[in-house]
């Protein structure tokens, strides 16, 4: 089985640009969450999905959107970046939105630089 | 706010020894915890949780952790480490506030093992 699969990889881009990070979940995972973590530190929370909608969103500015597609395929954008966006971009898919009998899996991430 | 506190940035220890990983957590409720591996250039791994129950709960690779209510703790332990234990190690407890479903987590333990 596939795991969560993430692209791209690897992504420079310059500052007041804007990116698209993609997701695809594990088959049949109906939740999607995105997480940012910065070099040093652990991941923070950004936006959860579940359902093609919106179900909880982090500490973070407007400049941060995300949606999630029919076939529960996710995508993060970012617009206007800065240099404190650099980070590494997580996706976690799980089959329900809780914390009983299911579990997040993450995908290995997109490395995003902002020069 | 939830928050997690994980004590040590840095482990270095010689192979086969043991390891402690240290996790405090502040709660006022009830909640969910975890261990997560991250591998470099990888995502996260769940090592272990605690739901409810036995307060000693067992991991993958041979780590166990326990659920401590009363010092607020959930220390990661192995009784012998190997080479490919190195990686990042982070803590997490649920949160559930506002009807969204995420994890809070520490800003991780670098474990390096020594041959």
């Known amino acids: 089985d596939a795991g969560v699969t993430q692209s791209p990889t690897h992504l420079i881009k310059t500052r007041g640009q804007q990116v698209t990070l993609r997701c695809s979940p594990i088959?049949?995972?109906?939740?999607v969450s995105w997480y940012q973590q910065v070099l040093g530190q652990g991941p923070q929370f950004i936006f959860q999905?579940?359902?093609?909608?919106?179900?909880g969103r982090g500490n973070f500015p407007d400049r941060f959107s995300a949606r999630q597609f029919p076939n529960y395929s996710s995508e993060l954008n970012v617009n206007a970046l800065l240099l404190g966006d650099s980070a590494l971009y997580l996706c976690?898919?799980?089959?329900?939105?809780?914390?009983?009998?299911?579990?997040?899996?993450f995908g290995q991430g997109t490395r995003l630089t902002v020069v | 706010a939830q928050s997690v506190t994980q004590l040590d940035s840095q482990v270095p220890v010689f192979e086969e020894a043991p390891v402690e990983l240290r996790c405090n957590y502040s709660s006022s409720v009830s909640v969910y915890l975890f261990w997560y591996v991250q591998y470099p250039n990888q995502g996260l791994q769940l090592l272990l949780k605690?739901?409810?129950?036995?307060?000693l709960v067992k991991g993958i690779n041979g780590f166990e952790a326990e659920f401590n209510k009363s010092q607020t703790s959930f220390h990661l332990r192995k009784p012998s480490v190997h080479i490919s234990d190195t990686a990042e190690y982070f803590c997490?407890?649920?949160?559930?506030?506002?009807?969204?479903?995420?994890?809070?987590f520490g800003t991780g333990t670098r474990l390096k093992v020594l041959a």
């Open positions: 976690a898919s799980s089959l329900d939105r809780g914390f009983l009998n299911t579990e997040a899996f």
């Open positions: 997490a407890v649920s949160d559930r506030s506002s009807g969204t479903y995420k994890y809070i």
């Open positions: 999905y579940y359902e093609k909608e919106e179900r």
């Open positions: 605690y739901l409810s129950g036995s307060t």
């Open positions: 088959s049949g995972h109906k939740s």
